[in-house]
């Protein structure tokens, strides 16, 4: 069952145009998942780009899907990381 999540996983994504896939929103802020290659130097097994927004402050990132557990895994310039659930995910049109 995992593995046929991941690959629709990794379907959906391979066939959205460059930009954002993902979207989860809470009260005080939200991450969107995007497609693009992740751009933090220092980051090499998280190969796309995440964005954080909390409050008026934006926090470059990275992500991947993790089948095993079901859950996005993100990491962010702050040095903080993110487990997010994969039933918090919402695509950008269901928002």
Not at 3 to 30: K, N, P, R, T
Not at 53 to 74: A, I, L, M, Q, R
Not at 80 to 93: D, E, G, H, V
């Amino acid at each position: 069952m995992r593995a046929i999540l991941f690959l629709l996983l990794a379907a959906w994504i391979s066939f959205a145009h460059a930009g954002v896939v993902a979207v989860v929103e809470a009260v005080d802020g939200s991450v969107t998942l995007t497609n693009e290659p992740c751009e933090l130097p220092a980051v090499a097994n998280l190969p796309y780009m995440a964005i954080w927004k909390e409050g008026d402050k934006t926090y470059s990132g990275c992500w991947e899907f993790n089948p095993e557990y079901g859950v996005v895994v993100s990491y962010f310039e702050d040095r903080k990381f993110a487990l997010i659930p994969q039933n918090l995910l919402r695509k950008p049109t269901e928002l």
